[in-house]
């Protein structure tokens, strides 16, 4: 017992201490357990630790991701990936092998062993891959999901693959424990006929998909009438653990399983339950298998072979990375999402552990290959977190930056300018434009102004914070500019000089929040709007009828309120100072002070209060809806 507890110590202390610090400096959770295994490997090899078989049993994080995949993914959207499933991930798997093979043939290699190892290496690592794509954001984007795709098809392949193994053995070669039962389990085939295991086979995943549609929510109801989260998540385990034993009786790969089932149960009512269930035991799950990954190298194989293995790995790496590319060009992946696809899936995966221990036991591989093979596997797994570091911080950059592009001439000129036409800045153009009013708009994203094209805006492609540019769109005729871009820094640039060297327009400037709202107007911008401010209150309104307020009493406060917190907004812009932070501003403090003195807390509440006291009584819901009706017409006529 000490031993175990002494086990799961120095894991979890290491991937407290390793995680935290990779994630903060930006490598990511996966490197920081790749490194909290290396720093543990010295230890478990003192303590003669099995890190095989541990990693054989992290490896279920694998099972359990691909099941909470699949509840991200309906049927009808795993049926429109069909092409990409079959057409990219076959095409992967059979280019990648083939070239790895017959690069070994070319340098004298068997072609049993060959295509072994390419088959082997043509694997990529779904808990990485996965893990890392999920947690950077990237899994929805075309590169993910393509890599996605490749990843499905290659978790299917290893059924063919399993099958095709044996038929590659070495004719007459025979080695110590080749029929000692090496590998033997229960199985549901072992002893079957060809047609009946692939009967009992296909029943299998029926079975799962029939389970998944019919017997899981009478069970989920039932265990929910305990009204004791433990059962339920035990439960969720049940159904996991299951369906993963069932599929590794007949033969096939548990990660299947239950991605099938996930599929399954993506529309069920169960679905986010089920999620929350079971994802800290796969996030647990995958930590380990990834620290058995570092804590699995054989640094002294390693250090005697470095130059041959580290060159191998490479070239490996750069194989499947060339192969990945060529496919991303043929099914149109463009920008950083083809990148994303070549270097996310160049390294080889965990399941070559599995298949390079089931091609020795069956004779294809030499034993003495096994662990120089393993060692590639592992290196390429522990410099995929520096390729997708690579991705995001030099190669997505590099294309998500603007094109450059000469700024577009200016052939009509507006009464008002709009610099930006994202949300805040479209409306007010649509307005204007509906209005009768003639605009001219200016935003410097060459692929907004591009679609708006399509629909027949008449937009012009520049930075709004050139003078230059500003004169080009008449800013010495116009009577009005609205600053509607992103940048604050910007904005409060733009409205600085015009304010200072075109005061006859009217500016209206989007604030942020507060802090850039005393900006604009340190700046000269006396019409400043924050872009969530009118939703906020119309937000507040809706709560006080909600309460049980009238409406005309919850728009004469509303209003009121929005009254005094501009007043309020403007007064404290008067002695904010841009160099002194808020709180040691005594003159900012002190009025900030005297307003909260003022504004008594429950004033408004007290006066409604008072109303009911004197026999006021809220009208029926006939007239309230009447009522409101009335102020919504107001609002709009406004």
């Not at 549609?213 to 059962?231: D, N, Q, S, V």
């Not at 529309?267 to 800290?280: A, F, G, M, Q, V």
């Not at 041959?308 to 060529?326: E, Q, W």
Request: net charge negative; charged share 20%.
């Amino acid at each position: 017992m000490s031993d175990f507890l002494l086990l799961a110590f120095l894991f979890l202390i290491a991937g407290v201490a390793a995680v935290p610090i990779a994630t903060a400096l930006g490598l990511g959770s996966v490197l920081g357990y790749l490194i909290a295994g290396i720093a543990l490997s010295p230890i478990l090899l003192l303590l003669e630790v099995d890190v095989v078989s541990i990693q054989h049993f992290a490896e279920f994080g694998v099972v359990m991701m691909l099941f909470l995949v699949g509840l991200e993914l309906e049927p009808k959207r795993l049926w429109e990936m069909r092409n990409r499933l079959l057409g990219l991930g076959g095409l992967q798997v059979g280019l990648t092998a083939a070239l790895i093979a017959g690069v070994l043939i070319a340098f004298q290699m068997d072609w049993r062993i060959a295509v072994a190892v390419g088959l082997i290496l043509a694997m990529s690592s779904t808990a990485i891959v996965l893990q890392t794509l999920a947690e950077k954001g990237l899994l929805r984007g075309d590169g993910g999901q393509a890599s996605f795709s490749v990843l499905l098809f290659q978790d299917i392949a290893v059924i063919p693959i399993l099958a095709l193994v044996p038929l590659l053995a070495m004719p007459g070669a025979h080695h110590a424990g080749a029929e000692d039962g090496h590998g033997a389990g229960l199985s549901l085939v072992a002893d079957l006929a060809g047609w009946q295991a692939a009967l009992v086979t296909a029943g299998a995943i029926a079975l799962v998909i029939a389970g998944g549609m019919f017997l899981t929510r009478p069970l989920f109801r039932y265990i929910a009438k305990a009204r004791l989260r433990e059962i339920f998540v035990a439960t969720a385990l049940m159904f996991v653990v299951g369906i993963a034993l069932l599929m590794t009786l007949v033969g096939l790969s548990p990660a299947l399983g239950t991605f099938l089932a996930g599929v399954v149960l993506a529309n069920s009512e169960y679905r986010h339950e089920l999620e929350s269930d079971i994802d800290p035991f796969r996030g647990l799950l995958l930590g380990l298998f990834f620290m058995t990954v570092g804590a699995a190298i054989n640094f002294q194989m390693l250090w005697d072979d470095l130059l041959p293995i580290l060159g191998l790995t490479l070239a490996v790496m750069g194989a499947k990375a060339l192969v990945l590319l060529v496919l991303a060009r043929i099914f149109a992946l463009r920008g950083s999402e083809k990148f994303l696809f070549g270097l996310g899936l160049a390294q080889a995966g965990e399941f070559g552990f599995v298949l390079t221990s089931f091609a020795v036991s069956n004779l294809v591989l030499p034993e003495a290959m096994a662990p120089r093979l393993n060692l590639i596997i592992t290196l390429s797994m522990m410099l995929t977190p520096a390729l997708f570091i690579l991705h995001e911080k030099v190669i997505r950059p590099a294309f998500d930056r603007p094109a450059d592009r000469e700024d577009d001439e200016i052939t009509e000129k507006g009464t008002a300018i709009i610099a930006g036409h994202g949300r805040f800045g479209g409306i007010v153009n649509r307005m204007l434009l509906a209005a009768g009013y003639k605009t001219t708009v200016l935003d410097h994203s060459a692929a907004q102004l591009d679609m708006l094209r399509v629909f027949g805006f008449n937009v012009y492609y520049g930075d709004a914070s050139r003078p230059d540019l500003l004169h080009a769109a008449g800013i010495e005729e116009a009577k009005l500019l609205v600053v509607a871009i992103d940048d604050p820094a910007q904005a409060v640039a733009i409205v600085h000089h015009v304010t200072q060297n075109h005061p006859h327009v009217h500016v209206i400037a989007r604030a942020r929040d507060r802090h850039h709202v005393y900006q604009l107007y340190n700046a000269g911008c006396r019409d400043v709007i924050r872009e969530t401010f009118d939703s906020s209150v119309r937000a507040g309104r809706s709560a006080y009828e909600a309460l049980g307020m009238h409406p005309f009493e919850a728009e004469r406060l509303a209003r009121s309120f929005v009254k005094a917190d501009r007043h309020a907004l403007y007064e404290l812009a008067q002695v904010w100072d841009p160099d002194i932070p808020e709180t040691q501003n005594p003159a900012y403090v002190q009025k900030v002070r005297e307003m909260n003195e003022v504004m008594e807390p429950g004033a408004a509440l007290g006066a409604f209060r008072e109303r009911h006291e004197r026999g006021w009584t809220p009208p029926s819901p006939q007239d309230t809806e009447t009522d409101r009706q009335r102020i919504e017409a107001a609002r709009d006529g406004a």
